[in-house]
């Protein structure tokens, strides 16, 4: 059989492959979710989980989604219908390319107005507006801002514009590029700011209550958390990897390359939580505010330290290049469909899909403020409704059931011999492992957390119980 080419182009080697992977993996996900739910999970021992996590389903889902895509060497759509069909099996599967390409701009509509958040604080950081602000005065400079359509609508429009440009300029030059260049200042601002965070005195807390296990505060749930975490966190389960795979060159290990993907990942999170929690602690400031953490604490601990404008300046830049790495991520599969497809320019392509997102986005931006009434349908909703329906759909369902149905396509429905050939890992033992463990475990692990997602969790478990007591208790 003939090996595909893609219409897009390919990345000039792995390394800048796994450098723009790394980009879509690390983001908002890393800077502020991982800190946080790390430190509502018992800080060391949640974070040994999450390794694991990381190794179990992470791994084998990425690698999956990394080789689909260098196979069909095409947007995911197009992939799944063309690998369906290579391996004779039912045409559904081409909704799987279909879903990716509907979450990604899901997400990219909410993603795009966080960011924006951030860009917009980069200057209120830089401006001093920040600076020796109480707690409440913090808090309601945030609240005035998300509750002004306007103001969101502008910054949600900047950060859409600048993810339109890189995306316009194509794979090698716009994909590329940017994130050669914008990788490594993210990796150089964070050092800064560990930095900044290592001269407060409560460097050394902070890293206790990241690092140090302590067993008894983990539960079920924060197993669980931890990996969904994982998914999110790598970008997995929609298709961003998969064609970004798809531009993969040939002769470039993929295992080698998720794993340098997973750690670059875990390294940035965990980096983050070493230059975020000093700071909070060093202001007596509590560490699990969930959303609040970067744009409420944060700057509350910013404002009361030298520097401290400037380095918040510097912190919310890297926010932003973090999202920015993670947006073009989000839109690039529905762009390549509509190059393949609908033969446009990709300029056109990127003017389609982003003004799709932005407009979308729009939603999102009201039910933070004045239109948060027309979202009361969905019960008992506070005003940033329509965004938590978005983060709960796309996350809690579209990711896990995606990442699912790729390991089974890999290991199920794939021929064997395309997937070895492909990994290029030859037949030994690391392949039958990786194998194994992507036909039975992960599909296991990943349809659990589904489950949890639903919450189905406890009924399932209470039904199996069931099942095995009445025969067992007999008479009891
Ligand atoms: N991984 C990114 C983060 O941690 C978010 C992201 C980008 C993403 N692309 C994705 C999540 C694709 C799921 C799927 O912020």
Redesign the pocket.
Known sequence: MSERVSIHGIWSSRMAFVLAAAG???????IWKFPYITGENGGGAFVLVYLLCVAVVGLPVMMSEILIGRRGRASPVNTMRYLASEAQRPRFWVLLGWSGMLA?VL?MSYYSVIAGWALAYVFKSAAGVLTDQTAEGIASIFNGFVTSPEKLLAWHTIFMVMNAIVLSRGVRSGLEQATRFMMPVLFLLLLILVGYAYKTPSFERGLVFLFTPDFSKISAGGVLTAMGHAF???????G?IMVYGSYLPRNSSIALAAIGIAFLDTLVALLAGMAIFPLVFANNLAPGEGPGLIFQTLPVAFGHMPYGAGFGALFFIMVVLAAWT?GI??LEPAVAWLVENRRMARIRAVALVAITAWLLGILTIMSFSDWAFVFSFLGEVKRNGFYDLLDILTANFL?PLGGLAMAIFATWCMLPASVADELEMGNGLLFRGWYALTRYLTPLAVAIVFLHGLGLVQPVIRFVQGLFSVPVGGAA
């Open positions: 879509s993996a690390i983001g908002l996900g890393n990604g997400i999110f966190t790598l970008s997995l389960g929609m961003a993670s991520s989000l990711l």
